[in-house]
């Protein structure tokens, strides 16, 4: 396989390695007239441009097929935090790959045996193929192993999704220990208290408070991250009522 040297210098697809054509959004400077256009000049595209494979029509954008150390520069405003390891290039192309058949990935996690790919805090099963090379590669070093890379989704910052309950769905004992922990940072409450009620966060394995752990579970069942319990909040039906 020839090496580019020109307009697809340093490019490869991230997938299967090809190198020798992509099909690329660019845009134009044309001369256009009500019936047609006559001339279309100075094609021009970036690293954020649609990127297919025509190998193995692997869809991306053009910062994936730059190699590593492109992609780590490229791959910064989607991660969040620092990060400079050079083999980011590689996860950002195994993220990218990943998201396209499960857009709703936010973080990837190296671990020791395998990569997870994860929703908020949910691991998905099973997971989507990967390039074995890629993932050899990542796996290989023991200086990613336990990290996990938190991507920003195309819309801006990640979100957690909350739901706004009653706290007639607590009994009044279990809101003021919840409350009462919140205040003095517990080992057990995640959250933050509130004027008419708080927020607690969803995976609390440990909640000795029999009635909000029930809330919870079915709650982060049901997809949850946080749940807010509001004084003016409304009651669910099929959730205890303690009003």
């Given at each position: 396989?020839?090496?580019?040297?020109n307009?697809?210098?340093?490019m490869?697809?991230?997938k299967?390695?090809?190198?020798?054509?992509?099909k690329?959004?660019?845009?134009c400077?044309?001369?256009v007239f009500?019936d047609?256009?006559?001339?279309?000049?100075e094609?021009?595209?970036?690293?954020?441009s649609?990127c297919?494979?025509?190998?193995?029509?692997?869809?991306?954008?053009?910062?994936?097929?730059?190699?590593?150390?492109?992609?780590?520069?490229?791959?910064?405003?989607?991660?969040?935090g620092e990060?400079?390891h050079?083999?980011i290039?590689?996860?950002y192309a195994?993220m990218?790959q990943?998201?396209l058949?499960?857009p709703?990935?936010?973080?990837?996690?190296v671990g020791?045996?395998?990569?997870?790919?994860?929703?908020?805090?949910?691991l998905?099963?099973?997971l989507?193929?990967l390039?074995?090379?890629?993932?050899?590669?990542?796996?290989?070093d023991?200086?990613?192993?336990?990290?996990?890379?938190h991507?920003m989704?195309?819309?801006?910052?990640p979100?957690?999704s909350?739901v706004?309950?009653s706290?007639?769905?607590?009994?009044?004992?279990?809101?003021?220990?919840?409350?009462?922990?919140?205040?003095k940072?517990?080992?057990?409450?995640?959250?933050a208290?509130?004027d008419?009620?708080?927020?607690?966060?969803?995976?609390?394995?440990?909640?000795?408070?029999?009635?909000?752990?029930?809330v919870?579970?079915?709650m982060?069942n049901?997809?949850y991250?946080?749940?807010?319990?509001?004084?003016?909040?409304?009651?669910?039906?099929?959730?205890?009522d303690?009003?």
């Amino acid at each position: 396989m020839t090496t580019p040297t020109n307009n697809l210098a340093g490019m490869q697809c991230p997938k299967c390695g090809h190198n020798a054509g992509f099909k690329i959004e660019a845009t134009c400077l044309a001369t256009v007239f009500d019936d047609g256009i006559d001339d279309s000049i100075e094609y021009d595209w970036n690293e954020h441009s649609a990127c297919h494979c025509h190998s193995c029509k692997y869809h991306g954008v053009v910062g994936d097929f730059q190699g590593a150390e492109v992609a780590a520069k490229f791959c910064q405003e989607k991660l969040l935090g620092e990060t400079t390891h050079p083999r980011i290039g590689a996860i950002y192309a195994l993220m990218r790959q990943a998201s396209l058949q499960y857009p709703d990935f936010t973080s990837l996690c190296v671990g020791s045996l395998d990569l997870e790919f994860m929703q908020d805090q949910f691991l998905y099963r099973p997971l989507p193929p990967l390039n074995a090379t890629l993932v050899a590669e990542v796996m290989g070093d023991p200086t990613l192993r336990g990290k996990t890379f938190h991507f920003m989704p195309k819309g801006g910052l990640p979100s957690e999704s909350m739901v706004v309950l009653s706290t007639g769905h607590l009994p009044q004992s279990e809101i003021n220990a919840a409350v009462h922990q919140l205040e003095k940072g517990g080992n057990w409450a995640i959250g933050a208290n509130r004027d008419t009620g708080f927020l607690m966060y969803t995976a609390i394995e440990d909640c000795p408070l029999s009635a909000l752990r029930k809330v919870l579970a079915l709650m982060r069942n049901a997809g949850y991250i946080w749940v807010l319990f509001d004084g003016d909040g409304e009651l669910v039906d099929g959730l205890p009522d303690y009003l």
